[in-house]
């Protein structure tokens, strides 16, 4: 009877590491498993930011921002109702300005993102001034420009026309 019992014992021990070597995940799933965690905290740490501007006048706007491209360095047109969007990955406390000009009045810097405007999505609407909508407020609000100090501007827009 001793011998029995140590049978079923045995049988009993086969058959639950058996059950759990095959409801373990495979070494590919929890890495997996691992992959999509590690992309959950870092989209939350780091996230991906995107920025729109759109022009809501009837009038060109120029703009140029600090983070595009080696071509856009240089002053862009927005034509009335026109909009331009970017995107790139928060990483630390990123300060993304913009340059606009809509005449000799009002034209100047912006901070087009910052961690402070608490935004991933930011939704930014020029016409006299540029407006930020904050989601968080339900709102648009009116954003400075800071003018550059001893600039003189003499612009010529594509097609010759000048501003």
Excluded at 71 to 76: G, T
Excluded at 86 to 101: A, D, I, K, N, V
Aim: net charge positive.
């Amino acid at each position: 009877m001793a011998s029995n019992n140590k049978a079923s014992i045995k049988t009993a021990l086969v058959a639950a590491t058996l059950v759990l070597l095959l409801a373990t995940p495979s070494h590919a799933e929890t890495l997996s498993l691992f992959d999509r965690w590690a992309s959950r905290i870092s989209r939350s740490l780091f996230p991906r930011v995107e920025v729109t501007l759109f022009n809501e006048s009837e009038d060109k706007v120029l703009y140029m921002c600090s983070f595009g491209s080696e071509d856009e360095r240089s002053l862009q047109v927005l034509e009335g109702g026109q909009q331009y969007s970017w995107s790139f990955t928060q990483f630390g406390f990123p300060l993304h300005w913009c340059y606009l000009y809509v005449d000799e009045k009002r034209h100047g810097f912006f901070w087009a993102y910052g961690v402070r405007s608490r935004c991933i999505k930011c939704f930014w609407k020029v016409g006299k001034y540029p407006f930020l909508y904050r989601s968080d407020r339900n709102r648009w609000e009116r954003q400075q420009l800071f003018p550059p100090q001893n600039l003189k501007f003499n612009l010529t827009l594509p097609g010759g026309a000048s501003s």
